[in-house]
């Protein structure tokens, strides 16, 4: 058994190459952009990449690819069920509607006709978002049903750019001040205003639909539990000052205390569902519901290094480092073994 790892920045590879040469499993580097990775992984059992929807190759090519080698039998991370439908929140409306998951009210519009309908039905504040992106961008807060139709006619016409470049500007000086970034990638922020960053060049300019989300008031955080198989663990994540969005703020708070355990038991049966090699919830409570805002087989690893423990199945505690990027790798062990059996 032999698995490939692509190595690429800012992903899960670095940790799984560390496991595997601790432990002595047999793997090698791959090149998923090479034109004969088909090839390739006739020398391989395994394929693990961490694709990420900021970069625009992965954005073109990972899914595609990755469902191929899936088809021609090899054991994948992200599967099929995994990541069919990252960065894609129209997809998750519809999956988290087949499953009756707990979720705020989900809408999406592909004409002015039926958008000018809800606009005068609903209640504001609503939600609006883009169907991709991660950290809170292209997420607005819309108090009205001017503002409402004011995007929806951009969005019907020439569209809107995948990435608000003033947002971006104001997220770099905001971390810029809490010590995350630096005066470079301040003036680079500035600099995407006018030449747009390279994956939004790739994916061109959103337009064509509408997707909203009800807001939820009364919650200065959200909640991240990630479930990987049959272990989970967390993070609390505060909302930016005087925003109501909380994903990419920095302010994150790890200690076990602030999680209850219904909240940890909501996760895994969901993960039951949705039937993900791992996944990233996003949750807040309406009173004491959690409800699933959105989620993510990926995530910012450095965000996590802080945790104190994880949960079993059980809910039994297991307080200590631990390392969830060896359990993917074990986890794809089993399945390439499984699978074996089975043949």
């Not at 039905?121 to 009205?144: D, F, Q």
Request: include cysteine; glycine fraction near 6%.
């Amino acid at each position: 058994m032999r698995i490939a790892i692509h190595n690429n920045v800012g992903s899960f590879a670095s940790k799984w190459i560390e496991y595997c040469e601790e432990n002595n499993i047999d793997y090698g580097i791959v090149d998923c952009y090479d034109t004969d990775i088909m090839e390739t992984m006739k020398g391989f059992d395994i394929l693990l990449w961490h694709h990420q929807q900021s970069n625009p190759i992965d954005y073109f090519l990972a899914k595609n690819l990755i469902e191929a080698l899936e088809f021609s039998g090899k054991v994948v991370f992200p599967d099929h069920n995994t990541g069919w439908h990252f960065d894609d929140k129209v997809a998750q409306k519809y999956l988290f509607e087949g499953l009756d998951i707990p979720t705020p009210k989900n809408y999406v519009f592909y004409d002015m006709k039926s958008l000018k309908k809800f606009s005068k039905e609903t209640s504001y504040p609503i939600v609006w978002k883009l169907k991709g992106g991660s950290g809170s961008r292209n997420v607005k807060l819309l108090r009205s049903a001017g503002e409402l139709i004011t995007l929806g006619k951009k969005m019907y016409g020439k569209g809107i750019r995948e990435y608000d470049a003033w947002d971006g500007v104001k997220e770099s000086i905001r971390r810029f001040k809490m010590g995350k970034k630096t005066f470079k990638d301040v003036l680079k922020a500035f600099a995407h205003i006018v030449y747009p960053v390279r994956y939004e060049r790739m994916s061109g300019r959103a337009y064509g639909y509408m997707y909203l989300q009800e807001f939820i008031p009364l919650n200065d955080s959200d909640y991240r539990v990630i479930v990987i198989k049959d272990k989970a663990f967390a993070i609390k994540r505060y909302t930016r000052p005087n925003d109501f969005r909380a994903s990419g703020s920095g302010y994150i708070e790890y200690n076990k205390e602030v999680f209850k355990d219904s909240l940890i038991q909501t996760a895994f049966d969901i993960a039951d569902k949705v039937k993900m090699q791992c996944v990233a919830f996003d949750f807040v409570y309406r009173d004491e519901e959690a409800l699933l805002v959105e989620m993510s087989y990926g995530y910012r690893k450095e965000g996590y290094y802080d945790c104190e423990g994880y949960w079993d199945k059980n809910l039994t505690w297991h307080a200590g480092k631990f390392n969830p990027y060896g359990w993917i790798i074990e986890d794809s062990k089993n399945d390439f073994l499984n699978k074996s059996k089975k043949i």
